[in-house]
């Protein structure tokens, strides 16, 4: 998470390799050039609580590492509408605007569901300019979505536009081809089953 204050904190876990029951979680800060004899943060109450949600989700991975296997995520409250995110070793948080009651400490669910598909188009883009030996400087992918107006409440569409200078004219047809099979975009034109349960009666809501 980046501060209002400019400083940059990073929450992760590690196992010692001579004691690998004993996990340990990690907080890291860089120093930065105003820092003199001592490194502290200074946090608005939206970054504790999204601060507080990345401890608990990386102290909870470490309790039971086997909980946040590859395809599991784990979500838990953490203040308000402010949720953390745990996957693999990495944590998230989502939240929402001010204007919809939340703290807008971090983004909403609705907008990471629009930036994977971006990111993913991002990375095949990136893959495909290394393949052909062509510079990523430059490349950039920008997403516009908008929301349906009718139920049930969902995106209705998403534009991407890909900007790739080092591209040369012959090779745009390929780039292009590539990019609309990533695998988010798959997934969402081929959208996969969806099972929503209840833990305690394991009785099936959603279908």
């Known amino acids: 998470m980046h501060t209002a204050c400019g400083r940059t904190i990073a929450v992760s876990r590690f196992a010692p390799e001579v004691l690998p ?59 308000g509408d402010l949720y953390a995110i745990g996957l693999r070793s990495h944590a998230l948080a989502v939240d929402q605007p001010a204007q919809a009651g939340g703290g807008d400490a971090a983004p909403t669910p609705v907008e990471l569901c629009a930036s994977a598909l971006a990111s993913c188009t991002a990375h095949y883009a990136g893959g495909y300019l290394d393949r052909h030996g062509l510079s990523r400087d430059g490349l950039h992918v920008t997403a516009d979505y908008t929301m349906a107006r009718d139920r049930p409440a969902r995106i209705a569409s998403v534009s991407i536009e890909v900007t790739a200078p080092s591209l040369p004219p012959e090779r745009a047809p390929g780039l292009l081809a590539v990019i609309r099979h990533c695998t988010v975009k798959n997934t969402l034109d081929n959208p996969p089953d969806v099972t929503v349960s209840l833990n305690d009666t394991g009785e099936a809501l959603v279908s």
């Open 21 to 79: 029951d004993v996990g340990r979680v990690v907080l890291d800060t860089a120093c930065e050039p105003y820092d003199t004899d001592e490194v502290w943060a200074s946090l608005t109450p939206a970054e504790a609580r999204q601060l507080a949600g990345m401890l608990l989700r990386q102290a909870a991975a470490v309790e039971n590492p086997h909980s946040l296997r590859p395809g599991r995520i784990e979500v838990d409250p953490v203040a």
